[in-house]
């Protein structure tokens, strides 16, 4: 097996491992639901038994076996409420669990079903079903996706022996019950399939947002992990920073330091996404950013200019409101630049992300380097310059040296989008 398929088995398997975390997350939660429901029924059948005693006289016979399993039973409501609140989600201790909480619910109400008979024939096997629909659907929420089925056998195991020591056993009753257990849990298990597909693709939406725009999420969404597969293609790369930033913070407290660069990076990071661009990283007071991977668009190199002239705008509102509240204005640096990269997921399994690599990188950071020089806030290599096609105004530099490179590079100040010309 080579290095590249190792880690892509390893990605899958820390992808496993995160939906099985989402999924222990998610059963945990209804499984403390279904405690207060056990312990709400109780209270419930308790207040029947009380009621139909005080205002109706009824008399029920004592049954010692009886008292004692409702006792355990209580306690074991009681215990399974107050542990679910100091528990963690575990996958694999929940896949037990639950099957054991199962068996206990379905033995008690057998139990109780049975014992009444006994000492007062008065339960019927359809009053037990109503209970065993109830316990099927706990099944909803439970960690493992035969749960169902095993909770399915459990209800009709548990109904056909009610029936057969007390109603005695009507074919016509017994297939309806059957039928009705059985759509029940075919309910019950297209809900739960659907219910774990939704908190994983939530999960999953929500990872991918982080560093894609909404349009590339919806097609990694619709193709998988394939539509991130490595791709040799030309894109167009900005990276921005801010000037003498560390001359800047120096004067504030590390928490306003934070503070303005959240804000700060936020607003940038946003401007990218919303021009169909992926922020790669942030490397301290700057950004690295690029267009044209993993989603293929022809318009890479205007998308990256018009976010950075948008940059440009909210780089001087908030330098307004800076200057209002008696704070220092700040500048920053951008540097654009289209060529060939390579781009793919990178990274071991535990950490990895979908970035750039190749020469296009380094000459988009010497270009940001050059807007220092030349005294503006954002240059443009010719390779950029080109595919633009005149759509923006800006002014041509004398040819440049950048460290790294023997070549001089051609740079263009950008100044403002120009106004399309109806053609006559």
């Not at 899958?12 to 939660?29: F, G, M, S, Y």
């Not at 894609?212 to 998988?224: A, D, T």
């Not at 443009?380 to 105004?393: K, N």
Request: charged share 20%.
């Amino acid at each position: 097996m080579d290095t590249n398929t190792q880690s892509t088995v390893l990605r899958k398997r820390v992808a496993k491992q995160n939906e099985d975390a989402v999924i222990a997350e998610n059963a945990l939660e209804m499984e403390k639901l279904v405690s207060i429901v056990r312990l709400v029924t109780i209270v419930l059948f308790a207040a029947a038994l009380i009621l139909s005693r005080g205002i109706f006289g009824v008399r029920g016979v004592r049954d010692v076996p009886r008292a004692l399993a409702a006792l355990l039973y209580m306690i074991f409501a009681l215990g399974t409420f107050f542990a679910l609140r100091r528990e963690k989600p575990d996958f694999r201790k929940a896949t037990k669990a639950e099957f054991l909480m199962s068996v206990v619910d379905f033995a008690f109400v057998t139990f109780s079903g049975l014992r009444t008979w006994e000492a007062e024939h008065i339960v019927s096997a359809a009053q037990g079903a109503t209970m065993m629909c109830l316990l099927i659907c706990f099944s909803l929420g439970r960690v493992n996706v035969l749960h169902v089925a095993f909770s399915w056998a459990l209800a009709l195991g548990s109904f056909f022996t009610l029936a057969w020591r007390t109603d005695g056993v009507d074919p016509r009753g017994l297939l309806l019950v059957t039928g009705l257990f059985t759509a029940l849990a075919v309910m019950v298990g297209m809900m739960q399939r659907r219910v774990r597909a939704m908190f994983i693709k939530l999960r999953k939406r929500d990872n991918l947002t982080r560093f894609l725009p909404p349009q590339v999420v919806e097609e990694v969404m619709s193709r998988g992990d394939s539509a991130l597969a490595p791709v040799q293609r030309e894109v167009t790369v900005l990276f921005s920073d801010i000037r003498d930033f560390t001359t800047f913070s120096e004067t504030l407290p590390p928490g306003a330091v934070l503070a303005f660069l959240d804000e700060y990076l936020g607003h940038m990071s946003h401007l990218v996404k919303e021009h169909d661009g992926i922020v790669n990283k942030f490397l301290g007071d700057g950004m690295l950013a690029f267009w044209g991977v993993p989603h293929r668009n022809a318009k890479h190199a205007e998308l990256a200019v018009k976010a950075a002239l948008d940059m440009r705008k909210v780089v001087e509102e908030l330098n307004q409101v800076r200057i209002n509240n008696g704070a220092k204005p700040f500048r920053i640096g951008i540097g654009i630049h289209t060529g060939q990269v390579a781009a793919g997921m990178l990274g071991g399994a535990d950490q990895h992300e979908y970035t750039v690599i190749g020469d296009a990188v380094n000459v988009a950071s010497r270009v940001e380097g050059l807007t220092k020089q030349l005294g503006v806030d954002v240059l443009v290599s010719e390779s950029t310059w080109r595919l633009l096609d005149g759509r923006f105004s800006g002014h041509r530099h004398a040819e440049q040296y950048v460290k790294g490179r023997q070549e001089a590079v051609v740079v263009y100040s950008l100044g403002e989008r120009l106004p399309k010309v109806d053609a006559a």
